[in-house]
């Protein structure tokens, strides 16, 4: 079964740091652009971050434009969300999905991705 599994989440004060991954099974990720999404209690799904398949090309919503990093490691068949100056309002379950092109992560909510994981909790609070 193809399937991504999203992991590092956990419960961190402002302005703290956390680095979410995102692993493959049962398929390389060197192919595919991989999004990472969120979505917090009573809110739609939001496109956050994408990276290309090759990790040449990045994308980041303005709200964490300053914060965070995507990047990925295809010998290791990773790809990482790099999340700093964490505020309240970056509380979501985060998910990465896959897609041929990072296109849409935000316009179509990642609509046009596939290989959902089961998401991590991100709780930022004091």
């Known amino acids: 079964q193809l399937q991504l599994v999203e992991s590092g989440g956990g419960l961190v004060q402002p302005g703290g740091s956390l680095r979410l991954s995102c692993a493959a099974s049962g398929f390389t990720l060197d192919t595919y652009a991989i999004g990472w999404f969120r979505q917090a209690p009573g809110k739609e799904r939001e496109g956050v971050s994408c990276i290309s398949n090759s990790g040449g090309n990045t994308y980041l919503i303005r709200s964490v434009r300053d914060r965070f990093t995507i990047s990925r490691d295809n010998a290791k068949n990773a790809v990482y969300l790099q999340m700093n100056s964490l505020k309240p309002e970056d509380t979501a379950v985060y998910y990465c999905?896959?897609?041929?092109?990072?296109?849409?992560?935000?316009?179509?909510?990642?609509?046009?991705?596939?290989?959902w994981g089961q998401g991590t909790q991100v709780t930022v609070s004091s």
């Open positions: 999905a896959a897609s041929d092109v990072c296109s849409g992560y935000v316009s179509l909510g990642g609509k046009n991705f596939d290989h």
